[in-house]
């Protein structure tokens, strides 16, 4: 069964510097897709970034990149020039590439404060 | 933008009571689906349902059941509420790509006493 790790319950950042989150999972697929979201405190959870497995190349959002090591199954996230917005609950998800109604597999989630 | 919309933002329950969560999304998506967050475990998927009238079981559907009579709406049932069933229950939906993101409504805060 597919599993997704995040071993960092809690991290903080000073304003304006880069943080990275950190992500590992499970899988014996070779295509898949991979997600990172943001749940804001008390504030709908929104996607930021994401991966698909066959693309060699790091996705990229603005300040939010990804570092993809599918080797090592490793999909961690950079917030550069972090912001107070950035403070949330960050979830790594995994989906395969298989049916329509399959589902997502999201790990435990980093919780990143923003010190001002 | 999509929009789902999930009935009430808190809610109070006494155990034993049957209790009905809903949810409505406004962009026409196949794929919905019933989550419970809870601190320290992520998201566990309770029900998803990928048409109307169809639905699969997630990782923990004891004591939940769902609904799909229209594609909007997709309603999780808690048949006889328990104490352990204090939650948050987040509702999403999606296209039925396996690339396409999932779109979060609110949540639903549920206290059961």
């Known amino acids: 069964a597919q599993t997704v790790t995040q071993s960092q319950p809690e991290m903080s950042v000073q304003e304006a510097e880069t943080v990275t989150l950190s992500c590992t999972y499970d899988?014996?697929?070779?295509?898949?897709?991979l997600f990172w979201y943001k749940q804001p405190p008390s504030r709908q959870m929104i996607l930021v970034i994401r991966q698909e497995a066959y693309k060699q190349q790091n996705a990229t959002e603005n300040r939010f990149s990804v570092n993809f090591q599918k080797a090592a199954k490793s999909f961690s996230l950079k917030i550069s020039d972090s912001q107070l917005g950035d403070a949330a609950m960050y979830f790594c998800a995994y989906r395969r590439v298989k049916t329509s109604y399959d589902k997502v597999i999201f790990g435990p989630g980093t919780s990143l404060s923003v010190i001002p | 933008d999509v929009k789902v919309t999930q009935s009430s933002r808190y809610l109070v329950k006494r155990t034993g009571e049957k209790v009905f969560l809903e949810c409505v999304q406004d962009m026409d998506h196949e794929n919905m689906f019933w989550y419970r967050q809870d601190p320290g475990l992520g998201l566990r998927l309770i029900y998803f349902?990928?048409?109307?009238?169809?639905?699969e079981k997630g990782d923990i559907p004891e004591g939940y059941s769902v609904s799909r009579e229209k594609k909007e709406r997709f309603s999780l049932i808690l048949e006889s509420a328990s104490t352990n069933q204090t939650s948050m229950y987040l509702c999403?939906?999606?296209?039925?790509?396996?690339?396409?993101?999932?779109?979060f409504g609110d949540g639903t805060r549920l206290s059961i006493l």
């Open positions: 999403a939906s999606s296209l039925p790509l396996s690339n396409q993101p999932q779109h």
């Open positions: 349902s990928y048409d109307v009238k169809m639905k």
């Open positions: 899988t014996s697929e070779s295509d898949y897709y």
